[in-house]
């Protein structure tokens, strides 16, 4: 076997969770109340079409997250080594960018380095030709200008024979014309694709995606798109990977705190008494230290630890996943007070209502009640909290690893190419592509996420419908 | 109305208590003192001479809680826990790791910190209130449905950017204010002019989406149809009702962070050199200095719970029908 599997902490939480929506989701298809609520969800285009974009991300974040050690070239009589860089199937399938590293910085697509050098054959100090990219121009420069243009146009009629054949192969399954389905999308027709007036959104989504990515992959085999930044790595690559690390922040936070909350919401409303008082009184104190400070405070103790127990991991990735983790739980700590205080209210107005009273008069056992009777009318709730608390969670690593108490410096995220290239801009002329790259991603994945939660929020509220 | 502030005053203190407890077991219990030199001196210079030394510098060679070589109250009071975390409710924090006294920083640094937050949030609000207000005069229109497109997407933009990007625009590209620095006086203008925009800009997007949703549930009830039904115009209804009837929600969520203003904007003041609150803390942060972060966290928590208080006095004056038990 060439390859080592490597199963990091957070890959197996990110699996839990990602087997644990996929159980829920047919849970809840048997449940009419959740399926009309997502069926509402289904059917708003803005939703859908948000859907369609953080679908994208996941997908590049699951990729991410399948972790291998490749294998070392054998040495003759030695037994076989593993190496230690642990890579993922994403660094697999974007090792070209990941090996096609320059000397430092370089524009997006441009062809030589970014600063002056001393060249061996040369007095004068010159831009350097960059080592891969435009090296297939050669000589001929001229060509490059043109050369972009070919391969744009290339990889739009990539990205856009691709999406044929998709919207062509969803036809076939939906049983419509294609000629005609295209014919009303392009008319805003609303009525389109087998009555969802999203569908249309979708495709055009898809549409947008696959051109971007027909661009990407076409511009990509010749040049850096995104430039490269001190070190040489390829922009678009570090943008591509902090993907990762932005969704599991945002979606492992909620889930470690989500069993804390619903349990001590769920006691103290029920309950109620000096179990109440205890519960408020834990979240009233918790929830009164600055979130900031006390994440600050708690990452300051947690890289103490990490600092003086080294023999705890074995190799590198192993010690930033465990901090990435680490920084999970703490956010998780400060944050579930709120669903804790909502969950809590709620559970007070449902003990007064009838069938809680009724499952009382049965006999029914207090942990009964909340299991059977209680939970599951706090689902909602739960479920706008997590798709509420993701965005903002997002926006919070880059803000945290600025302040030093983000991520591990060398975890890949967009926390960490913001605070890097930070410094870059006072460069003269201005280095401002990891910026911005960093900052549009970022932007991407957290207007999706706004977008979809708002729809989920809207389906699911009681009081918004109403 | 005084026996009710006295009252919540009363409830402050076992907040404040469990606050001081909890700093303290996560700066001295989770990690001894000697972890924290070990990784403060560095690998190379780890001796015991050399912990020990750091150790004695800050106080930390105490006993945590229980000081069994002392006599009569000093078993208690020659401690980590009553000198470290005890003295903080007198105001009395000690010294950071320069050897600056930190109660005295914290007053001088509180003057630039306000300067910087207390005109953003008014004008934040100001602003806020007046946009919220114009998209609900115009609810249910194309202006009103994109005013919330652009709400959410400068929700979606990274507080950073705001910050960078601004600066970037108005510092570099136009030389219109000083990229960064604090001065004195009326000098000072100059210096806190850009990051106040910037503040207020980067806070408009989630602000305004949450003050229409407050007037957009207000706008629903009788009282405003009675309104309308008399005649009334619009513009009266919108400024004169429905604001009025509005302040106990807008209260509840502004009220409580007027007196954390004092502790400034870690961000803000970081990228533009104010010598705040909030640049402290930062460089406290990044000089693992935890004696400064752990006066912070409780100077934080206390001005939050005068928040909490000032919104429950607020509530009565903004509306007669709520009563103080």
Known sequence: MSIQPVLLWSDVLLFVLMASIGGLSLWARRQDALRAAWARVARNPVAMSAATVLAAFVLIGLLDSVHYRARLPAQPGAETRYSVEVNSALDAVLADLRQRAEKTYSAP???????????????????????????????????????????????????????????????????????????????????????????????????????????????????????????????????????????????????????????????????????????????????????????????????????????????????????????????????????????????????????????????????????????????????????????????????????GVGVDPSTISFGTMINTARMELAREPMVWWSLVAAFAFMFALVLAANLFADAVRDAFDPRSSA | MLAYIIRRLLYAIPILIGVNLLTFALFFVVNTPDDMARMQLGVKRVTPEAIQKWKVERGYDKPLVWNAAAAGSATLTDTIFFSKSVRMFAGDFGRADDGRDISREIGSRMGPSLAIALPTFVLGLFVAISFALLLVFFRATTLDFAGVVLCVAMMSISGLFYIIGGQWLVSKVWHLVPISGYGGGLDAAKFLILPVIIGVFGGIGSSTRWYRTIFLEEITRDYVRTARAKGLPERVVLFRHVLRNAMIPILTGVVVVIPSLFMGSLLTESFFGIPGLGSYTIDAINAQDFAVVRSMVFIGSVLYIAGLLLTDISYTLADPRVRLQ
């Open chain 1, 109 to 403: 697509l441009a062809t030589h380095l970014f600063a002056k050098e001393a060249l061996e054959n040369s007095a004068q100090r010159e831009f350097p030709r960059l080592k891969f990219g435009g090296a297939h121009l050669g000589a001929d420069l001229a060509a490059h200008e043109f050369d972009i243009a070919v391969r744009v146009s290339r990889g739009c009629a990539a990205g856009m024979l691709l999406w044929l054949l998709m919207a062509s192969l969803w036809c076939r399954l939906a049983d419509l014309e294609l000629i005609a389905t295209l014919k009303q999308l392009r008319e805003g027709n609303q009525g389109s694709g087998a009555g969802n007036p999203a569908t249309g959104a979708v495709f055009v989504t898809l549409l947008g995606i696959l051109l971007l990515l027909g661009i990407a992959i076409s511009l990509g085999g010749g040049y850096h798109v995104f430039g490269t930044d001190k070190v040489g790595q390829d922009v678009l690559y570090l943008s591509l990977k902090s993907i990762r690390t932005g969704l599991l922040i945002g979606t492992l936070t909620t889930l470690v705190m989500l069993p804390l909350a619903v349990l001590l919401g769920i006691l103290a409303g029920y309950v109620g008494g000096w179990v109440d008082d205890l519960i408020q009184y834990l979240y009233t104190t918790l929830s009164s230290i600055p979130g900031v400070l006390l994440i600050a405070a708690a990452v300051l103790m947690m890289q103490v630890i990490i600092d003086t127990h080294p023999d705890w991991f074995a190799t590198s990735a192993e010690r930033a996943d465990a901090r990435l983790l680490a920084l999970c739980l703490i956010l998780g700590m400060t944050s579930w007070t709120g669903v804790a205080r909502l969950l809590r209210g709620e559970t007070l107005k449902l003990r007064e209502l009838e069938f809680v009273q009724a499952a009382q008069a049965f006999g029914v056992g207090r942990f009964a009640i909340m299991r059977r009777h209680i939970l599951p009318n706090l689902m909602h709730i739960v479920l706008i909290a997590l798709v509420m608390d993701f965005s903002g969670l997002v926006l919070a690593e880059a803000v945290l690893s600025y302040v």
